[in-house]
């Protein structure tokens, strides 16, 4: 049997067996767009992965993590879709034990409420709501500045943990429990700003998108990892396809050493599976601010994730 055909059996053996999880109708694999490997388990995981409708750039990481696992087990498994942050190129979990680690934070956040002003933050906040995210849009810097601080303001004495969104200096500067950045935010920060972001002692917290994204997130061993979107949002433009549960189901897998929000479309019905991929963590934003009664939505989303986690 030729290298090849090895590829395209190994392609087909991956569909068949999780084509129906991941929402793929064919058993055909189309071929991935480009290799940088000749190995067959790799060139077959690519196929495969492209298939399963996952993005060049996911497809190319899980096409390496299943020969790295296929390495390491000294034989191929199509039922064993990749899960150990090893064969991902991640560094030995749990990640807080790593040197460089930021501080660690709740391993399930909760309820975890995105607004966008300091009188959301203390609306939510005091409604009992564990997590809150300021995420203030504007240029203005001395109005950044002046909601940033009303928003930590506005947490003390509920309990409420605040993170920023993006302002990383300005949190800092105000004393907020931690900052939230997207791939972009992250990529763009020099050694040097990133040293001073983890000397500060705020936690951090990282969206992504995919496996690329999630090993990218690693390399600065966040505090939680957040991943989405779950399903559609008209909220913002993204730049790759809903998840959907069985890959946030997959992805919370892979990162179980880490706290996980799952976010992205998430409403009251879908909240149930989307707890049930072990996520501790559900982020919501306009399930609160356009709710009628925000902290009636909240109390009974509180009590649903309560039930669902035992707490």
């Not at 995105?114 to 810097?141: C, E, H, I, N």
Request: aromatic share 8%.
């Amino acid at each position: 049997m030729t290298a090849a055909t090895d590829a395209r059996a190994i392609a087909h053996a991956i569909v068949a067996a999780h084509g129906l999880r991941f929402g793929a109708i064919t058993s055909a694999p189309v071929a991935a767009p480009s290799f940088s490997s000749d190995d067959p388990v790799y060139r077959g995981a690519k196929q495969a992965s492209t298939a399963l409708g996952f993005i060049e750039i996911d497809a190319e990481c899980l096409a390496h993590a299943w020969r790295a696992q296929t390495q390491r087990l000294g034989s191929f498994d199509a039922a064993l879709w990749p899960d150990a942050p090893e064969d991902f190129g991640m560094r030995p979990f749990p990640p807080d034990g790593r040197g460089d680690a930021f501080p660690s934070c709740p391993e399930r956040l909760g309820l975890y409420a995105v607004l966008p002003d300091a009188q959301w933050v203390s609306r939510m906040a005091r409604a009992g709501v564990p997590t809150v995210q300021l995420r203030f849009k504007s240029d203005d810097a001395a109005a950044i500045e002046r909601e940033v601080q009303a928003a930590v303001e506005a947490v003390q004495g509920t309990g409420a943990l605040l993170f920023i969104n993006d302002h990383w200096q300005i949190a800092i500067a105000a004393g907020a429990y931690g900052i939230h950045l997207g791939q972009e935010d992250l990529d763009a920060l020099s050694p040097d700003e990133l040293a001073q972001l983890r000397a500060s002692g705020l936690r951090l917290g990282v969206s992504t998108h995919g496996y690329a994204e999630m090993a990218r997130a690693d390399k600065v061993s966040p505090s939680y990892i957040a991943m989405g979107a779950v399903y559609p949002t008209t909220l913002k433009k993204m730049a790759t396809a809903p998840q959907g549960v069985a890959r946030l189901g997959a992805y919370a897998q892979l990162l179980r050493g880490y706290p996980q929000v799952g976010i992205g479309g998430i409403d009251a019905v879908r909240l149930p599976e989307v707890l049930a991929t072990g996520v501790g963590s559900v982020a919501v934003v306009r399930a609160l601010v356009a709710a009628e009664d925000p902290e009636a939505t909240a109390a009974q989303w509180m009590a649903t994730m309560s039930a669902a986690t035992g707490n």
